[in-house]
């Protein structure tokens, strides 16, 4: 039997993650703090190990005894620049280093996002090959993260995944396009120029986690050639206009209205939504930090050489993805 260790598993892919390797008969073993909700992940047979991704002390008993770890732990968003270095930057860093004291170090699995190489120009989706330019303090920190891990590569057989947006079951993030579209009848898009996105589901990046831990390609430790580093994504391209209609006709609403906001109103109400972050303390899913992304144009990649090099396929289209989940939050009376 394999046994693996989930950092992040109390998050919404770690979920879906866990899911899928105790359907596979892993053994998993999960990294929680002490006030991670993890009543969930206790009654579902996983071992639970204290420890916090920022005390690099506390890790040596999680990488214990695992043949793979995979690193979903992180923040997607933070009132603090400083905190999001911390945490997804020092965080790959102590996990790696850990994994690197064993003398049979385990597989290391990073799950890093597209937001780490930036958004992709012109018609191309991006591919791993490409110069990274991150153009938001998020994708900095998870940049920071690939480069830490890079550092260790050499004692530990390390692979990293980069994701575009992830959709699924029990994101709260995603759900409030959702939400509006249910609520008001309204998809708000950034700008007027219909960009290309990429997505996936979260099921179908954890089939692509466990791929790339069984049979991808590991870091060379060299930064610049791409070797070991995989996209991961449905082949499809969105635009966010056409997300707000699939989204609209999944949750029942019979004509969504996609109305595009000039970029100057959405720095604005970024500003507004980080002031309010900082007072409550608390970050909010729009701020400066998601306005630059939303402003650097189109988010495409290729999951081709994952194709390729381990017979990756998500399991279904998109749009029935959107829909599947649409359903779920219906079902679940989120909606
Ligand atoms: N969602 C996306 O669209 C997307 C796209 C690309 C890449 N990613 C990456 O995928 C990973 C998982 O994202 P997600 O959407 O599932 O995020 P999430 O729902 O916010 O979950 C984050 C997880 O990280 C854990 N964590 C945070 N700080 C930690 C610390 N200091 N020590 C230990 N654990 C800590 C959280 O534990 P607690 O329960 O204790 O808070 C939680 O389990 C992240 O690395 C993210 O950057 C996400």
Redesign the pocket.
């Known amino acids: 039997m394999r046994r693996a260790l989930v950092?992040?598993?109390?998050?919404?892919?770690?979920h879906h993650l866990v899911q899928r390797l105790l359907a596979e008969d892993t053994a998993v073993k999960c990294?929680?703090?002490s006030?991670?909700?993890f009543a969930r992940l206790s009654e579902q047979g996983v071992t639970l190990v204290r420890g916090?991704?920022?005390d690099a002390n506390s890790l040596a008993e999680a990488v214990k005894d695992v043949d793979v770890v995979y690193h979903?732990?992180?923040?997607?968003k933070s009132v603090r620049r400083g905190d999001l270095l911390k945490?997804?930057g020092g965080?790959a860093r102590n996990i790696s280093r850990a994994c690197s004291q064993r003398s049979c170090p385990p597989t290391l699995v990073l799950?890093s996002?597209?937001a780490a190489a930036g958004p992709s120009y012109g018609a191309e989706p991006r591919i791993e090959t490409d110069h990274v330019n991150p153009v938001s303090h998020y994708g900095h920190s998870?940049r920071a993260g690939e480069l830490a891990v890079m550092e260790c590569a050499v004692d530990v057989p390390t692979t990293i995944v980069r994701?575009s947006?992830?959709v699924g079951e029990l994101?709260r993030?995603g759900f409030q396009w959702f939400r509006m579209i249910r609520k008001l009848g309204i998809h708000l898009t950034p700008g007027f120029t219909n960009h290309y996105y990429s997505m996936i589901h979260a099921d179908d990046l954890a089939s692509a986690l466990m791929l790339a831990a069984q049979t991808g390609e590991r870091l060379t430790g060299s930064v610049e050639d791409g070797a070991g580093i995989y996209f991961a994504t449905c082949e499809e391209f969105i635009t966010y206009a056409d997300l707000g209609r699939v989204i609209g006709s999944s949750v029942g609403c019979a004509k969504t209205r996609v109305v595009h906001a000039p970029l100057w109103m959405i720095w604005g109400l970024a500003v507004g939504c980080d002031v309010w972050a900082r007072v409550r303390k608390n970050p909010t899913i729009l701020s400066v930090d998601k306005a630059r992304e939303a402003a650097a144009g189109a988010w495409a990649c290729s999951a081709a050489k994952l194709q390729r090099h381990t017979g990756f396929e998500p399991a279904m289209t998109l749009e029935n993805r959107l829909r599947q989940t649409a359903d779920w939050y219906l079902q679940e009376k989120w909606l």
């Open positions: 950092t992040g598993a109390t998050g919404f892919i770690g990294l929680v703090r006030q991670s909700r916090d991704l920022t979903l732990g992180g923040l997607t945490v997804n965080g799950v996002s597209l998870k994701p947006i992830v994101d993030d």
